[in-house]
DNA sequence: GGCCAGGAGCCAAACTCACG
DNA sequence: CGTGAGTTTGGCTCCTGGCC
């Protein structure tokens, strides 16, 4: 914003201007570590994705033993090999990547890595569509893929179930008290108190939770359900559209979905194809009979707002980012992850780092907390 | 003492939708 | 049909508090 030249940061790198010196101090560090494995987990959707193993190696303030590879195409690219010695850095000085193969050091005689034609859980078969660049195991029942739907189910922005975590679910799962997401309304306080490092105060803090999180809304349940291509976002437009009547939605046809603003067409033929299904019936089915109620749509008032884009950024103190989004959602504006030119307003707390950069460069207004509040009138 | 959940922070690639 | 914007999916570490 301000024409001084030639300045010089700490770092010893000239540059043209303030906000150039700014990016140079905030430029992630890079470090060199060597790849011992190639792991292999699976998602909810039985998506195969390889996980780099590294020597562990501090970076930017954190000891960081793991790098995501996102799929065979990317290692490819990157032509990343068991045993490589690696260039890695914390991409928005939050999550560790694989900037490059250092060659030079790379052993004599490794191979280049090929992921497994198997699911590393299941043994089945894993297939990869024509054009698509993730395989995915094939078979619904993988533990793998049951165990994720499960977490997905009870997460957060899903049904919230407190306490639920991974490692209960892992039990669950194995001990075979649980194969679909409908089975955690027939859970017992004694199923419970009986699994490992879980006792009478554990179980019942988990039955209260279950309890509770049956108060819930369609859109969420939606979300829950786990509808390839359906998240949080498209889960609401169709609470809306179906003003909060679930059979509703589960009979509509194609040409009824893909006539709502923002469901196209592989999305409308993911949700006609999961309410098709009898299995997915069923566990809607027993989920409802276990007494999970909606709350009324909230109707959405007309303001200043309605259309407009924000972004928060940084980590906010005054509020959550939850409650953010529902509080500029009640104005009919919508809450986005990332800055663009269709952003309106970005709203930063302290410690923001990349959005706040690209904010400024496109000449966004940027409030703080206190501004936001102000500006929407709270 | 140690395990686990959950909150905080936010990225990258793939993918989808709408629009010119 | 190409493109920009936004969503979906999956990913990483630190740290605290509750409970076994």
Redesign the pocket.
């Known amino acids: 914003k301000v024409n001084s030249f030639a300045h010089q940061d700490e770092l010893g790198v000239r540059s043209r201007s303030p906000r150039w010196a700014i990016a140079g101090k905030l430029k992630s560090q890079q470090v060199t570590t060597k790849i011992l494995n190639i792991e292999v987990?699976?998602?909810?959707?039985?998506?195969v994705?390889?996980?780099?193993k590294?020597e562990?190696v501090?970076v930017g303030?954190?000891?960081?033993?793991?790098?995501?590879l996102?799929?065979q195409?990317?290692i490819d690219?990157k032509d990343v090999r068991i045993g490589d010695t690696v260039l890695i850095q914390?991409?928005?000085?939050?999550?560790?990547?694989v900037v490059k193969v250092i060659l030079e050091k790379r052993q004599k005689g490794s191979l280049p890595f090929t992921l497994p034609n198997n699911c590393p859980v299941c043994s089945h078969e894993v297939f990869r569509?024509e054009?698509?660049?993730?395989a995915?195991c094939q078979n619904m029942e993988c533990s793998a893929q049951v165990k994720?739907r499960i977490d997905?189910f009870?997460?957060?922005g899903c049904m919230?179930?407190?306490?639920?975590?991974?490692?209960?679910?892992?039990q669950l799962v194995e001990k075979k008290l649980m194969k679909n997401v409908a089975d955690i309304y027939s859970l017992s306080l004694d199923q419970l108190?009986e699994l490992?490092?879980?006792?009478?105060?554990?179980?019942?803090?988990i039955m209260d939770?279950i309890t509770a999180s049956k108060k819930s809304s369609m859109a969420r349940f939606i979300?829950a359900l786990?509808?390839?291509?359906?998240?949080?976002?498209?889960?609401k437009?169709l609470e809306k559209s179906f003003s909060g009547n679930l059979e509703n939605l589960m009979d509509a046809e194609i040409e009824a979905l893909?006539a709502?603003?923002?469901?196209?067409?592989?999305?409308?033929e993911?949700i006609v194809n999961f309410f098709q299904d009898d299995t997915n019936k069923k566990v809607i089915k027993a989920c409802l009979k276990a007494g999970i109620q909606f709350e009324a749509v909230e109707q959405i008032q007309e303001s200043e707002f309605t259309g407009k884009?924000f972004v928060?950024?940084?980590?906010?103190?005054k509020f959550?980012?939850?409650d953010a989004q529902s509080m500029v959602e009640k104005l009919g504006a919508?809450?986005?992850?990332?800055?663009?030119?269709?952003?309106d307003y970005l709203v930063a707390?302290p410690?923001?780092?990349?959005?706040l950069m690209k904010a400024e460069e496109l000449n966004i207004s940027i409030y703080s907390e206190d501004e936001f509040l102000e500006l929407i009138g709270k």
């Open positions: 987990s699976l998602g909810r959707t039985g998506a994705t390889p996980v780099a590294l562990p501090s303030g954190v000891v960081v033993s793991n790098a995501t996102h799929n195409d990317e690219r914390r991409a928005g000085d939050v999550i560790p990547e569509p054009g698509e660049v993730v995915r994720g997905h009870v997460s957060k919230d179930i407190d306490g639920f975590g991974t490692k209960l679910v892992d108190s490992e490092r879980m006792a009478e105060k554990s179980a019942q803090n939770a979300h786990g509808i390839r291509n359906v998240g949080e976002h498209a889960a437009v893909t709502i603003h923002e469901i196209g067409g592989i999305m409308a993911s884009t928060f950024t940084g980590s906010l103190e959550s980012r939850k919508r809450a986005s992850g990332s800055v663009s030119s269709k952003t707390g410690g923001a780092g990349s959005k």
